[in-house]
């Protein structure tokens, strides 16, 4: 079988067509910037008020940047569709990776359609469509979201991310897989790494280590942050010198060397041995006792302040937190989950609680600074008045009154954790060595980079893109929060 080109047959026609849009998309663009700064320019220094040439240059360059950004982006359609029609390899690389990602492109579409279809219902998340910026973000993130979960269901590997294939030791894109046998994927799409193994199906598969660790840390960092960041806040005295003393602490460590010292094999092993038995209570196990407590803690108090008055309904939700959460902390905090439904691997959690731990302060000082301000609203003045609980009036009317903050700065912050997750998988830490997690596997290319750049290159490309969707994502959320 014949190695695949990067576009196959279908480049023949379409390459110069394309070739030609994007220098006519890039002149079109300079030149707008260009007659752009020159009439502002003009207007700065007293130039004439009414339009001069250059305007009309600058209006009618606007006017034809948008229909090549439309012809530019139907032609990448017809790049990546094209493989849905034409026979295998005839749309190259290009159109085979788009039709192992059909199904992410469906749940794309149908997501946008429904979205900006009851966007006016759907709060804040609504108007997210309103922005250009938070658009494209929400579309990079979700592109990265329902590719973790299709490649759960096995709808978008080719290969086995573990397996290696003899022969196909640092090939090149494209590269028919030697030895294939009925039933299996023809070529390595994007290659093979220095282990033989296909980089495309551990590019993709990393993408559910990414996802999974990065937003779930962050959202128990948040607890944590939440919980101690409302009561220092609102109360003020003593408790917030001790909280804001312990969290200063933490982040006067640089957070790269933090996370080195707590993910290191020799912290790790090290522990508090329990008199009298042979058990020894392990660092990874100790944070993670501690610092999952939080989330259960949390949600016993919120349940309790919102019914209080309400004891049958009260009694219910907090026995059902207790009973679940409880459940959920004994398997991830203590690995004693008696149905062993709820396990965390040794590496992962200490990533787990070093992320939470990390990020916890930061946090902690954003929610406290945001109490401070929003205290001295009216409406929590009149909680008070109406013999409202402290935390009743901390959960249920401060808290929604940052959440516009809050949500962008979970957003930066799953940006932060995943770049952080990279870093340790790079330099080996934490997460096991064949691990398809992005960091690893650049890690693994960077050895053979000058000659063989495509298994670092491509992870390093995806966690790129993940963390400006998550940024850009940021903004959008940051522009249309400040408009309410």
Wanted: aromatic content about 12%; hydrophobic content about 50%.
């Amino acid at each position: 079988m014949e190695p695949l080109t990067w576009t196959g047959a279908l480049g023949t026609f379409l390459n110069p067509i394309f070739t030609v849009t994007l220098l006519s998309l890039a002149l079109a663009v300079v030149g707008y910037l260009v007659l752009n700064f020159i009439e502002n320019a003009q207007l700065a220094f007293g130039g004439p008020t009414s339009p001069p040439q250059q305007m009309q240059n600058s209006a009618v360059l606007l006017t034809t940047i948008l229909p090549l950004v439309v012809l530019t982006l139907l032609l990448t359609a017809i790049y990546l569709l094209a493989g849905i029609v034409l026979p295998y390899g005839a749309a190259g690389i290009v159109g085979e990776l788009g039709v192992r990602m059909l199904p992410v492109w469906i749940a794309l579409a149908a997501t946008f359609y429904l979205s900006i279809t009851y966007k006016r219902r759907l709060g804040l998340y609504g108007k997210l469509f309103d922005s250009p910026i938070g658009m494209i973000g929400f579309m990079i993130v979700m592109f990265w979201v329902f590719t973790a979960i299709f490649v759960e269901m096995n709808l978008i590997l080719t290969h086995d991310p573990l397996a290696q294939v003899s022969g196909m030791k640092n090939k090149l894109p494209g590269t028919p897989l030697r030895g294939a046998e009925d039933g299996d994927y023809a070529h390595y799409l994007l290659g093979g790494d220095n282990l033989a193994r296909d980089v495309f199906s551990r590019v993709v598969k990393g993408s559910q280590v990414v996802l999974i660790i990065a937003p779930a840390a962050t959202l128990f960092a948040f607890m944590v942050g939440i919980t101690l960041g409302l009561p220092a806040g609102y109360f003020g005295g003593k408790l917030d010198t001790v909280i804001s003393f312990m969290a200063n602490l933490v982040l006067a460590f640089p957070v790269i060397l933090l996370f080195f010292l707590l993910v290191t094999p020799e912290i790790r092993a090290a522990g508090i041995q329990i008199p009298g038995t042979d058990y020894i209570w392990r660092v990874p196990t100790i944070l993670a006792s501690i610092l999952f407590l939080f989330p259960l803690v949390f949600f016993v108090v919120l349940f309790d302040s919102r019914y209080f008055t309400e004891p049958a309904k009260r009694n219910l939700y907090v026995g059902l937190t207790v009973l679940i959460g409880g459940y959920i902390y004994l398997g991830m905090a203590w690995d004693a989950d008696p149905f062993g439904i709820i396990s965390i691997d040794g590496g992962v959690l200490i990533v787990f609680v070093s992320v939470v731990f990390v990020n916890s302060p930061t946090v902690f000082r954003i929610v406290r600074g945001l109490v401070l301000d929003i205290k001295t609203r009216d409406y929590v003045a009149a909680g008070q008045t109406r013999g409202e609980g402290p935390w009743y009036i901390m959960l249920w009317e401060i808290l929604p009154n940052a959440r516009g903050p809050l949500i962008v700065d979970f957003c930066l912050r799953i940006g932060y954790t995943t770049i952080l997750l990279g870093t340790l998988g790079f330099f080996g830490l934490g997460l096991s060595s064949e691990s398809p997690d992005w960091g690893t596997t650049i890690n693994s290319g960077r050895r053979l980079l000058s000659v063989f750049p495509h298994p670092a290159i491509v992870p390093a490309i995806a966690l790129m893109s993940l963390v400006l969707g998550l940024n850009l994502l940021a903004d959008g959320l940051r522009e249309e929060s400040l408009k309410d």
